[in-house]
């Protein structure tokens, strides 16, 4: 059974202090890792899309980066605004562009 | 650009009454999908169009859930009748084809009570 699996559920940072966001995946045959970030009462927001293992992206101060089994998000000296829930998600190989969501990371980051 | 847009965004109703969501994809975007997304959950798929044409409705609850697209842009989603358990964020999203990226509008949260 596909399933994509996402820790910390929550992340408490001060500003200026690094860290990485995991996401474990089991996937029938990988057709795309996707990252998107969601803040409160909108919808989730397209940050990346990561297709093969090694390949890494990069957006201002976050960084998505894919191996075979999982996918790591490190967010660089993040900002107050950067505090979001972080949502990672997983397309199996095949025709169905059905996209199986992790619970999500809620980042709060301090001032 | 414009975005998914959605409507109604909020919508509170008495179980057993109907309720419907509109969606306006991203132009030119020919896959539609809703999702459903409980508190503290991540999206769930519910249907996703190819055109006018529901190429996936296997999560779909089809005796009470209904969605059509009619000439392959706008969407509705309709709930009848409503249970306490469908309260949740119906979200609607669009994309150039299967397996590019998917957009989402802000969602429609629905309280049943």
């Known amino acids: 059974e596909d399933q994509v699996t996402q820790s910390p559920e929550a992340l408490r940072l001060q500003e200026g202090e690094s860290s990485s966001l995991n996401c474990s995946y089991t996937?029938?045959?990988?057709?795309?890792l996707f990252w998107y970030r969601q803040d409160p009462g909108k919808g989730p927001e397209f940050l990346f899309t990561?297709?093969?293992a090694g390949e890494e992206k990069e957006k201002e101060r976050l960084k998505a980066t894919l191996t075979k089994k999982e996918s790591f998000l490190h967010i660089t000296a993040p900002k107050p605004e950067d505090s979001a829930t972080y949502l990672c998600a997983v397309q199996a190989g095949g025709n169905t562009g059905k996209l199986i969501f992790g619970q999500g990371t809620t980042l709060q980051v301090k001032p | 650009e414009a975005g998914v847009v959605q409507s109604p965004r909020y919508k509170i109703i008495e179980k057993k009454q109907p309720v419907a969501f509109w969606c306006n994809p991203i132009s030119g975007h020919n896959t539609l999908y809703w999702y459903l997304q409980n508190l503290g959950q991540g999206p769930e798929l519910l249907i996703r169009y190819e055109n006018e044409e529901a190429v996936d409705d296997s999560q779909l609850p089809k005796d009470r859930f209904s969605a059509e697209r009619l000439k392959g842009v706008d969407s509705t989603l309709k709930i009848q009748p409503a249970e306490l358990g469908d309260s949740a964020v119906y979200l609607c999203a669009s994309s150039l084809g299967v397996g590019n990226e998917q957009y989402f509008g802000p969602g429609t949260r629905l309280t049943v009570t």
């Open positions: 990561l297709y093969s």
């Open positions: 996937v029938s045959g990988l057709r795309g």
